[in-house]
């Protein structure tokens, strides 16, 4: 591995926990983790469908994430239910509640924020070019 190849993975993955450590903090206030607030934006986006389990964990940012763990644990806030589909009792159905989008509403704004104040010093068009180039790393 070349010096500039080191360099290029170390400050990804300082970069990486600097902008998770951030939008952590913006979410603290409101005892929501980021993967919470990943599996809540998930099922929101289902628009009222039913996401099973493993619909939630390949769309999470972090797939690797302790998915059944968060979902549980949003279940006990209230914010996601759980239901058994009637037609396959082995099939478990998740739902985004009205209080899950009640908080999604709340901090979404709060995550925009601290989205534009960690990203502050790029313009657009180096927001653009930096997302393109790391796009082109995962090809």
């Known amino acids: 591995m070349s010096t500039q190849s080191k360099n290029l993975v170390i400050t990804l993955i300082k970069s990486n926990c600097k902008v998770g450590e951030s939008l952590a903090k913006s979410l603290k206030p409101y005892k ?75 901090i979404d704004s709060v995550v925009e924020t601290s989205e534009d104040r960690i990203t502050q010093n790029l313009s657009e068009n180096e927001k653009e070019k930096l997302i393109s180039l790391l796009k082109k790393g995962w090809e």
């Open 32 to 106: 929501i983790s980021l993967q919470q607030f990943n599996v809540l934006r998930i099922l929101r986006g289902q628009k009222g469908l039913a996401a099973n389990l493993s619909t939630v964990q390949e769309r999470m940012v972090n797939p690797k994430s302790n998915t059944t763990r968060i979902i549980d644990k949003l279940i006990d806030k209230n914010y996601v239910k759980r239901n058994i589909c009637e037609i396959n009792r082995r099939k478990i159905e998740l739902f985004i509640t009205t209080e899950g989008l009640e908080m999604l509403s709340v």
